[in-house]
């Protein structure tokens, strides 16, 4: 690849002034640095994009399935019977249950829906399969209430909400009404597509992507953490995916909208024109990622059932 040609940048000034924001604490090079380095500037990237709590929500730490730390967010008004199981991103390494507070409480009570979030063992520490052993766990807990679920994540979440979703299909497993994967990873080739041509984009490079599929350890051929691979996508639940242009990973939301809608799965996918990895975090000083946001909300709130 030819270094002098120019780095993919969007052009909106408020995601732009969002990445400016998140370099100051979490540097491009920042997986040469220890993974407990790489956790403390996480945590303070996260503190920074904190946001208040939405009026009359509240939340209740637990454990499940005996061992697994999860977070209950309770709205103030409750609109449908459907739990959301939401599962953070940070590549397998970083992010907890405080990472991700603010916009699962933002979710929740813009859907209506009560979300439970989990804190899941991280690498390197703990390499495939622990974290969708964790998710998995708590997804069968959580289906043993009685309630329909939806499975929701971001990034690596992605990843992990896409892998159990094909592991209760694989098993038999129902009670799973939808799952929704933004900017998720999904095991495509880092040789092509987005990868290539979004190879240096602001937030996530190719590089940090093969960085921390190596620190995970999955075997490649192992279709649970490699969602892509799965030879059948028929019978998954409804989906909601959403692609960042600026992001390497943006390919693999697209392929995996495409193979679920030509396996008969109703999906609705947006790719936002000018966002990049994590702008989530932005909806507060983006206008594209605010609108991104909105239509989050939306598409979670109709697999759901409030919206």
Same mark, same amino acid.
């Given at each position: 690849?030819?270094?002098?040609?120019?780095?993919?940048?969007?052009?909106?000034?408020?995601?732009?002034?969002?990445?400016?924001?998140?370099?100051?604490?979490?540097?491009?090079?920042?997986?040469?640095?220890?993974?407990?380095?790489?956790?403390?500037?996480?945590? &303070? /990237?996260? @503190?920074?994009?904190?946001?208040?709590?939405? $009026? *009359?929500?509240?939340?209740?730490?637990? +454990?499940? #399935? !005996?061992?697994?730390?999860?977070?209950?967010?309770?709205?103030?008004?409750?609109?449908?019977?459907?739990?959301?199981?939401?599962?953070?991103?940070?590549?397998?390494?970083?992010?907890?249950?405080?990472?991700?507070?603010?916009?699962?409480?933002?979710?929740?009570?813009?859907?209506?829906?009560?979300?439970?979030?989990?804190?899941?063992?991280?690498?390197?520490?703990?390499?495939?399969?622990?974290?969708?052993?964790?998710?998995?766990?708590?997804?069968? &807990? /959580?289906? @043993?209430?009685?309630?329909?679920?939806?499975? $929701? *994540?971001?990034?690596?979440?992605?990843? +992990?909400? #896409? !892998?159990?979703?094909?592991?209760?299909?694989?098993?038999?497993?129902?009670?799973?009404?939808?799952?929704?994967?933004?900017?998720?990873?999904?095991?495509?080739?880092?040789?092509?597509?987005?990868?290539?041509?979004?190879?240096?984009?602001?937030?996530?490079?190719?590089?940090?992507?093969?960085?921390?599929?190596?620190?995970?350890?999955?075997?490649?051929?192992?279709?649970?953490?490699?969602?892509?691979?799965?030879?059948?996508?028929?019978?998954?639940?409804?989906?909601?995916?959403?692609?960042?242009?600026?992001?390497?990973?943006?390919?693999?939301?697209?392929?995996?909208?495409?193979?679920?809608?030509?396996?008969?799965?109703?999906?609705?996918?947006?790719?936002?024109?000018?966002?990049?990895?994590?702008?989530?975090?932005?909806?507060?000083?983006?206008?594209?990622?605010?609108?991104?946001?909105?239509?989050?909300?939306?598409?979670?709130?109709?697999?759901?059932?409030?919206?």
């Amino acid at each position: 690849m030819d270094s002098k040609l120019p780095k993919p940048m969007p052009t909106e000034a408020g995601i732009v002034a969002f990445h400016g924001r998140c370099e100051a604490f979490y540097p491009a090079d920042a997986v040469n640095a220890s993974v407990a380095q790489q956790r403390q500037w996480y945590d &303070a /990237l996260c @503190a920074a994009f904190d946001a208040s709590s939405p $009026a *009359g929500l509240t939340r209740q730490d637990e +454990l499940l #399935a !005996g061992r697994i730390r999860v977070r209950r967010y309770r709205p103030a008004q409750i609109a449908t019977e459907t739990q959301v199981f939401y599962i953070h991103g940070g590549g397998f390494v970083v992010g907890s249950l405080d990472s991700h507070d603010a916009i699962c409480a933002e979710l929740a009570h813009g859907t209506g829906a009560e979300f439970v979030a989990i804190e899941y063992r991280l690498a390197p520490e703990h390499i495939w399969p622990a974290a969708l052993e964790d998710c998995y766990a708590v997804l069968e &807990a /959580l289906l @043993a209430e009685g309630r329909p679920l939806v499975v $929701a *994540g971001d990034s690596a979440g992605g990843n +992990l909400a #896409a !892998g159990v979703a094909l592991k209760a299909k694989a098993v038999g497993l129902s009670g799973i009404v939808g799952q929704v994967l933004i900017y998720p990873l999904l095991g495509g080739d880092l040789a092509s597509g987005s990868f290539v041509e979004m190879a240096e984009a602001p937030g996530l490079s190719t590089a940090d992507v093969a960085y921390y599929r190596g620190i995970l350890q999955a075997p490649p051929d192992e279709l649970f953490a490699h969602p892509l691979k799965a030879g059948d996508f028929a019978g998954l639940p409804p989906a909601y995916i959403s692609a960042a242009h600026f992001d390497p990973l943006r390919d693999d939301a697209r392929q995996y909208a495409a193979r679920l809608i030509e396996a008969g799965v109703d999906v609705t996918f947006r790719e936002e024109p000018q966002m990049i990895h994590a702008w989530l975090r932005a909806r507060h000083m983006s206008p594209g990622a605010r609108e991104g946001f909105a239509h989050l909300v939306h598409g979670l709130a109709r697999l759901v059932g409030s919206a």
